[in-house]
């Protein structure tokens, strides 16, 4: 009788009388897509979900891609779905993952990925030394949909580049606010189109400026001790 060990969506068969397990590899790409909750003094109502199926819908068409799209509501939920588990998932069944995109409330120094100051609520200085790049490849990028989070104009590392010292992966993060509209060309704020449905869905930057690269380091070096505390959306 044949054991399984389940890999991604493949499945690996071993006999008593196998020297050399066949392993089949899935070559699809596997992204997550987080969207946080929408806030309190700042209610986005459902565009950080909308944004995150627009973005996986264009995932699927433009790279045969499977997406998952995730609410997140904590600092667990967040890591747990940037190393390929769902929450709650064991982790032999996680998956490995070509990227990862969060949509959701920040500043330059916090990703506020619940809409509550509790401790584990958020990514910032108190566990974002926690996150961890799990089952996530090599050459992975993770791209920040949120205000600020790519903004040093303090001197001091922001969140995005803390991620991408901790976890090692490229980040890409935006340096101004955002807003929301239906197509993703950079206007800037002045510049926006009015909303005419709710798909398709986009956060752009008030600045009009793409998205600042965070290379992820040769060697790791902490900036733990240039770190301050956030605020609240």
């Known amino acids: 009788m044949a054991n399984y060990v389940q890999v991604g969506q493949s499945r690996t068969s071993v006999t008593a009388n196998t020297q050399r397990a066949i392993v089949k590899v899935d070559v699809r790409p ?3 897509l987080m969207y946080g909750e929408p806030g309190i003094r700042k209610n986005a109502g459902k565009v950080f979900q909308w944004a995150a199926e627009t973005k996986a819908r264009e995932l699927e068409e433009q790279e045969n891609a499977e997406t998952l799209v995730t609410p997140v509501s904590n600092f667990e939920e967040f890591k747990a779905a940037i190393e390929g588990a769902a929450p709650e998932t064991p982790p032999l069944l996680a998956r ?4 990862v995109y969060f949509f959701g409330h920040a500043s330059s120094q916090a990703i506020f990925v ?3 100051a509790w401790a584990g609520t958020n990514v ?3 566990n974002v030394f926690g996150l961890t790049p799990g089952n996530m490849r090599k050459n992975a990028n993770v791209w920040l949909y949120c205000c600020n989070a790519g903004n040093t104009a303090s001197g001091m590392p922001c969140i995005a580049e803390l991620m991408a ?3 090692r992966r490229d980040v890409y993060a935006f340096s101004s606010g955002m807003h929301y509209q239906n197509s993703p060309e950079l206007r800037g704020l002045a510049l926006a189109m009015p909303l005419k449905d709710r798909k398709p869905m986009y956060l752009v930057p008030d ?3 793409p998205a600042t690269l965070f290379p992820k380091p040769d060697i790791h070096e902490s900036k733990e001790e240039k770190y301050i505390g956030p605020e609240q959306p």
């Open 124 to 126: 910032d200085l108190s």
């Open 207 to 209: 600045n009009g400026k």
């Open 165 to 167: 010292d901790i976890i």
């Open 96 to 99: 490995v993952v070509s990227g």
């Open 114 to 116: 619940g809409e509550n």
């Open 30 to 32: 596997f992204y997550v």
